[in-house]
Nanobody, 124 residues
Framework: VQLQASGGGLVQAGGSLRLSCAAS????????MGWFRQAPGKDREFVAV????????YVGDSGKGRFTISRDNDTNTVYLQMSSLKSEDTAVYYC??????????????????WGQGTQVTVSS
């Protein structure tokens, strides 16, 4: 499966952005989908994950209460809605797909496919 992330940009602190990740190939609905981010000089960090059906989600501490992950299996797209953005949310955001869509994977090494990343910059 190939993944294409989009929707990043420059936003003021307190603002919102919605990231999208479009997947090509069949069987998108069988994958667990995750979002990760990497800020300059830091390790890649888990952000959010959603199971194959969208019925189960988990958002990491960095985005809890502010970020929402969702998916549309009809259009092969996963979303990350981000609100109340802070300067510390500035990073390159990556979407990823993992086989075994019933499990919510938090570890980046459990993912099989990665998108190219989209830059999010939050100005304070």
């Amino acid at each position: 499966v190939q993944l294409q992330a989009s929707g990043g940009g420059l936003v003021q602190a307190g603002g919102s952005l919605r990231l999208s990740c479009a997947a090509s190939g069949r069987a998108f609905s069988t994958y667990t989908m995750g979002w990760f981010r990497q800020a300059p000089g830091k390790d890649r960090e888990f952000v959010a994950v959603i199971n194959w059906s969208g019925g189960r989600t988990y958002v990491g501490d960095s985005g809890k209460g502010r970020f929402t992950i969702s998916r549309d299996n009809d259009t092969n797209t996963v979303y990350l809605q981000m609100s109340s953005l802070k300067s510390e949310d500035t990073a390159v955001y990556y979407c990823a797909a993992a086989r075994g869509g019933g499990t919510l994977y938090l570890n980046q090494y459990q993912y099989n496919y990665w998108g190219q990343g989209t830059q999010v910059t939050v100005s304070s």
